[in-house]
């Protein structure tokens, strides 16, 4: 999807993961959604910049539209 969003078959199972590392989108999300601001994500990870994680959104956003699609 973008260079910020890698899948990798040996790393994390080959789930989609930031840049490289062992930090996966899903990881992101769960973070966010269980209350952690963006300010706290990035203090608790600081290899991760603020274009990761709406990279992550946006990744998220995509799977869905793709999702409603195959429902169609």
Same mark, same amino acid.
Do not use: W
């Given at each position: 999807? %973008? $260079? *910020? !969003?890698? +899948? $990798?078959?040996?790393?994390?199972?080959?789930?989609? #993961? +930031? *840049?490289?590392?062992? !930090?996966?989108?899903?990881?992101?999300? =769960?973070?966010?959604?269980?209350?952690?601001?963006?300010?706290?994500?990035? =203090?608790?990870?600081? $290899?991760? =910049?603020?274009?990761? +994680? %709406?990279? #992550?959104?946006?990744?998220?956003? /995509? *799977? $869905? *539209? /793709?999702? =409603?699609?195959?429902?169609?």
């Amino acid at each position: 999807m %973008n $260079e *910020r !969003i890698t +899948i $990798e078959p040996g790393k994390r199972s080959g789930q989609p #993961c +930031i *840049r490289g590392m062992r !930090i996966t989108v899903g990881d992101v999300l =769960e973070y966010l959604s269980g209350g952690m601001s963006r300010k706290q994500l990035l =203090e608790d990870f600081p $290899e991760l =910049e603020p274009e990761d +994680i %709406n990279a #992550c959104l946006a990744f998220a956003a /995509h *799977r $869905e *539209r /793709h999702l =409603e699609a195959l429902a169609s």
